[in-house]
């Protein structure tokens, strides 16, 4: 058997699965919580921070934590479908996930160039995934002679600032600046790290993202009107529960600076409820459970906390929950 048809056939075994049989969601847009996780603590119940926005058959990723190729297959979408990836910050638990995301569309030999939407440093962040893909690009399937595709020329990075659009596909998404980091504006620091929340106008449909964040009048403004807000939530006492079993001897200083971020820089769920009100959007998905998987105890409670602020119609995400 020839090479080139030899890794064609292995290229088609490697795309096929049983995934691949279910039906994709209907055409005018749906947004996907693969993975509802706040990390960085791993959790055997959620998946890492992703989603996928999913029209006319094409899958835009908005966020990509670990194990999102393989929350991909469990919603039955295939990587040739992902066409554009959008990183809302550069945490890993948020990125994790697009080192396999790209090593995996190269092995699978696919040439179209995916392009990745990310805050200032998202060039370097691909840059250090795309040398790291090298031996294995090199090496292909082991068969001497074989031609491979440059890693590098398989992605595209297009950093987004404050306020900056984009088309793509037949969305226009807007992104802004939250408040995740609480570094002076103007100075060094915020020129240089970025959190952003990301607005998706969908024919006939809008959802915006707020990534991390804590309370921002400039995402409230994002979300003016918007049909769906997908927005991060905390339970601080349950998180530094999370932290307390995971890290038992941090010490004092790092523990009080790990609790004044979590209380500043995420959103509560009466903070997710005045966020909505004061936007005005007509339903609100909270994903990015920091503190594990909260139980239906506690379900009732963000509800009814968010519900004292929103009158809308109020969900708590699970993986692969479709909206």
């Known amino acids: 058997m020839k090479s080139g048809l030899l890794c064609a056939t292995m290229v088609g075994i490697l795309l096929a699965s049983p995934a691949v049989a279910q039906s994709l969601p209907p055409a005018e847009g749906v947004f996907i919580t693969l993975g509802t996780m706040g990390g960085p603590v791993a959790s055997p119940d959620r998946s890492q921070p992703s989603n996928a926005i999913v029209h006319g058959g094409l899958v835009y990723l908005v966020d990509v934590g670990d194990g999102s190729v393989q929350q991909l297959a469990r919603a039955g979408l295939q990587l040739r479908q992902v066409k554009a ?107 240089l790290y970025k959190s952003l929340s990301l607005r998706f106008d969908l024919p006939g449909r809008s959802i915006v993202y707020t990534g991390d964040t804590g309370p921002s009048s400039a995402v409230e403004a994002l979300a003016s009107g918007a049909d769906l807000l997908v927005s991060e939530m905390i339970d601080l006492p349950s998180t530094m529960a999370t932290v307390a079993r995971n890290s038992p001897d941090m010490l004092p200083d790092a523990k009080g600076r790990l609790e004044q971020h979590l209380s500043t820089h995420h959103l509560t769920p009466e903070a997710v409820g005045q966020l909505a009100a004061g936007a005005g959007v007509k339903a609100v998905v909270v994903t990015h459970f920091a503190g594990g998987t909260p139980n239906a105890q506690a379900n009732q409670g963000y509800v009814a906390q968010i519900h004292s602020r929103f009158s809308g119609t109020v969900t708590l995400a699970n993986d692969l929950d479709r909206f």
Not at 101 to 110: A, E, I, V
């Open 85 to 191: 990836v959008f990183l809302s910050h550069l945490h890993a638990d948020h990125t994790g996930g697009l080192a396999a995301l790209l090593s995996l569309r190269n092995q699978t030999s696919l040439t179209e160039r995916l392009t990745i939407y990310g805050p200032p440093g998202t060039q370097d962040l691909v840059n250090g995934i795309v040398a790291s893909m090298q031996p294995a690009a090199r090496a292909g399937y082991g068969i001497p002679g074989q031609s491979w595709q440059t890693p590098a020329e398989s992605v595209t990075v297009t950093e987004l600032e404050d306020g900056d659009r984009a088309e793509v596909g037949a969305m226009v998404v807007t992104a802004a600046q939250n408040t995740h980091y609480d570094f002076a504006p103007g100075s060094e620091e915020d020129r």
